[in-house]
């Protein structure tokens, strides 16, 4: 009895040594039924068999030679035989060069199932950048990417959009993919602005939020068969860095990578999702595949989140090959695994796998730590049900590029486009307007789809896409062909980078414009994606510039078409334009749905998720600190602050007008855990109908480290016929209100607080301060 008593004091007080911090409840509840398979299969694994499961290769490194060079794939069976047998590689990623036919998917895995069974028994785990639709998937639907789907603050169509994202995974038995993607696109020059869903934390995270909920589903213990897991990504601070390009070093203080950076990757994982990949970059000079805190403090201890983390592309040999924080490979996977690393994306080589098992027995690496990564691994893939069911049959998903999800597209594509200006209501362009269609944006497919599409880059789009239509196409049906006349000005360099032009030929188009009554004039990008999207300059091209300013002189009016994915700079073509549309990336649909906007059969609604500079060196966010504005002091010397913007975030016009009523709250005083309930009665004031996101922002008057100058609170889209009202709620909870301190803790501060709804504020006063440091759930 004693003896008994003792063992129990000393088995807890073991525990209590061992894991000395408080557990708290896990962020997804366990299935036992598949926690006790997980460890059954893990105790009779060998450790190359963990290390295996820990490893992901690309595609590329098993493409038989002689059928690359012919343009086909095949594998070449002595190195799937290395890779899957002998080094048992649990994961494979990515596309043989281009997006292929749910059929041809489900042969190629078939080929990696039958291996990875047989060697180890373990299937496979392939994951794909399906970015803005199933991208690499031939045939499948390509929604607008999602900073269009940010400006559509259209929840449910991001559900939708996720939805069948999954579903046309699934049908190419892929049963992962690396998004929804969280970074704050919060600066205009990054190369990867469009991949996100804008500047604004709360924006990312709703959207990741519904986004994880569609393609997950609701149980992420089990992955439906028309489901598949998110990696969301790229965790965390990656938007922001100090050069603007492209995997360089991000510098952000404690406050807002807490406070904002990560808001996003925490509503994802409460919506369950089951993976995330990790930021390429440093950020504060810490590479985050090196960093413990971010990924095992935060996500693996404080939520308690069993999930499965990720490293970019190649990551732990950026370590030592470009952060020098590694002297050699072998110190890098030490660093990455004992950070919280259970997977590395080596995509070219598998000497991961024999430096990692030396690391282990050396004593480098704990046994503990291989068990912990193998186990999520394998947890991942029995939530997703491979073990019963590897290969799915896309013939038992008929709805695979239909035209039932090509309209969510269209609709999509409608709600996201921006109407910047409209002088004189010139758009609507009636039925007959002659136009003319010109700028190097205007016929094609590439630029309105972007990056990540049948290709990495993007640069084939064209060739795939021959039943859509692009924007002249678009017209062209609409207004009728008769009526369309098309001369490009400029056009982008077949072959070349991205950003090369031919010899503009703006003379051709300016005679054009001699028998139109608008010019509609589409510029921006050509598509690219990563690190080749670097530039050093956001102004727009020059020629691109120089073709608006010729057909401004003709004195016709100009229609001014951005297709484009980060914001250049167009302060001297602005004024020259008496309409502005920017279309973002909307995808395939993009044509259709610009011209139903054109022709006035539908409606805008989109607003910018980012604020769009006016001058290069002008670069801000709405959620500025508030001294970055501030009047003249007294005195002799000026030292005033300005900001200069060509549009602010969340503008964005429509055919119709709203107008907002007094806003109401359900209590004036409250605190943290108050819930609050605004409302504002919207109507709709114009001729015809239309679609509002209503957009509530908060700002804090006095805070204890220098205020932002507004912070997104909530927002809701609303329909409104014309004349019609409706009543809008926003709700939310005091603690919503609340900001992360520099010593890293959120903190709710007693004092008033500015709420703002469309034109109308009123003023709420927290009566009691509160401080917290574990993450707001
Ligand atoms: C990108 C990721 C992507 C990965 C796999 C990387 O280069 O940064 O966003 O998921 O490649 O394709």
Redesign the pocket.
């Known amino acids: 009895m004693r003896l008994h008593l003792l063992l129990i004091i000393s088995a807890t007080l073991v525990m209590f040594a061992c894991n000395p911090k408080p557990q708290v409840a896990p962020v997804i509840d366990k299935d036992p039924a598949i926690e006790r398979k997980v460890e059954d299969l893990l105790s009779k694994m060998t450790l190359d068999e963990k290390i295996g499961q820990m490893t992901q290769l ?1 595609i590329d490194v098993m493409w038989d030679r002689e059928a690359r060079r012919a343009g086909t794939f095949k594998f070449d069976e002595a190195i799937l035989d290395s890779v899957i047998v002998k080094y048992k590689v649990g994961s494979i ?2 596309i043989p060069g281009v997006a292929q036919t749910p059929e041809r998917w489900n042969e190629i895995i078939s080929v990696l199932q039958q291996k990875s069974i047989g060697a180890t028994g373990i299937p496979c785990l392939y ?3 399906q ?1 803005h639709g199933a991208s690499y998937t031939m045939g499948a639907i390509m929604f607008p990417q999602p900073i269009n789907m940010a400006a559509s603050f259209n929840r449910d169509l991001v559900h939708e959009a996720a939805v069948i994202t999954a579903y046309e995974t699934r049908a190419s038995s892929v049963p992962w993919t ?2 929804p ?1 969280l970074d704050l696109g919060r600066d205009p020059r990054w190369s ?1 602005l469009w ?1 996100n869903y804008g500047e604004d934390a709360f924006v990312n995270a709703e959207m990741g939020r519904v986004a994880t909920l569609g393609m997950q589903g609701k149980d992420p213990n089990h992955v439906g068969r028309e489901n598949i897991a998110v ?1 969301v ?2 965790y965390m601070g990656y938007g922001v860095p100090v050069s603007g390009k492209d ?1 360089t070093p991000a510098i952000i203080s404690p406050s807002d990578l807490r406070d904002k950076h990560f808001a996003p990757y925490l509503a994802s994982i409460q919506a369950g999702a089951l993976s995330i ?1 990790v930021n ?1 970059g440093s950020v504060n000079g810490v590479p985050v595949h090196a960093n413990y805190q971010l990924l095992t403090q935060w996500l693996k201890e404080e939520l308690n989140w069993d999930g499965l983390i990720v490293t ?3 990551d732990i040999n950026n370590l030592f090959n470009r952060e020098k924080v590694a002297a050699n490979k072998k110190e890098a996977i030490k660093m990455a695994i004992n950070a919280g690393i259970d997977m590395s ?1 080596d ?1 070219y080589s598998w000497d991961f796998c024999v430096l990692l098992k030396e690391l282990v027995e050396e004593g480098q690496v704990s046994m503990e730590r291989i068990d912990d990564a193998a186990r999520r691994v394998l947890r991942l893939k029995f939530r997703l049900g491979l073990f019963e069911e590897s290969l799915h049959d896309p013939k038992s998903y008929p709805l695979f590029g239909s035209t039932e999800h090509y309209n969510v597209a269209v609709k999509a594509a409608e709600e996201s486009m921006i109407l910047l200006k409209n002088k004189d209501n010139i758009l609507p362009l009636a039925k007959g307007t002659k136009i003319l269609v010109t700028g190097p944006n205007a016929n094609s497919m590439r630029t309105l789809n972007g990056g990540w599409t049948y290709t ?1 880059q993007g640069e084939m789009t064209d060739i795939f896409t021959g039943e859509y239509n692009t924007l002249l196409e678009g017209l062209a049906a609409k207004f009728g062909a008769g009526n369309i006349i098309y001369e490009p000005g400029v056009t982008y360099k077949d072959g070349a980078n991205w950003w090369e032009e031919n010899t503009p030929e703006i003379d051709k188009a300016v005679s054009a414009a001699a028998k139109a009554d608008v010019i509609v004039v589409c510029v921006g990008e050509n598509s690219y994606c ?2 080749p999207g670097n530039l050093t300059d956001l102004t727009m091209s020059a020629n691109q510039r120089e073709l608006v300013k010729a057909l401004a002189k003709t004195g016709k009016p100009i229609v001014l078409v951005l297709n484009q994915g980060r914001p250049r700079i167009i302060k001297d073509i602005e004024p020259l334009a008496s309409a502005i549309v920017y279309t973002l990336l909307p995808g395939n649909a993009g044509g259709d749905a610009f011209a139903n906007l054109i022709s006035g059969e539908a409606n805008f609604s989109g607003k910018l998720p980012f604020t769009y500079p006016l001058e290069v060196n002008s670069l801000t966010t709405y959620d500025y600190k508030v001294s970055e504005e501030s009047d003249t002091m007294e005195g002799a010397y000026n030292y005033n602050a300005s900001r200069s913007l060509q549009w602010p975030f969340g503008y964005g016009l429509s055919y119709t007008t709203f107008r907002y009523g007094d806003l109401k709250v359900n209590k004036e005083n409250f605190t943290a855990d108050d819930e609050l309930v605004f409302e504002v009665e919207v109507t709709n004031t114009g001729k015809v109908k239309g679609k509002e996101a209503v957009l509530l922002y908060s700002t804090d008057l006095v805070a204890s480290i220098v205020p932002d100058a507004r912070r997104l609170r909530a927002f809701e889209k609303v329909e409104l016929e014309p004349g019609q009202t409706r009543t809008v709620k926003l709700a939310l909870k005091g603690k919503d209100l609340a900001f992360v301190g520099f010593d890293g803790k959120w903190i709710l501060e007693e004092g008033d607080f500015e709420i703002n709804v469309g034109d109308k504020k009123l003023t709420l006063r927290c009566t009691k301060t509160k401080k917290w440091d574990t993450p707001n759930r």
């Open positions: 690309s990623l990515n994951g794909l950048d970015n690396f998004n993607t990867r991949e990696c990504k790229h995997r990949m390429s970019d592309w190649a994306m995509p990495w990563e690190t």
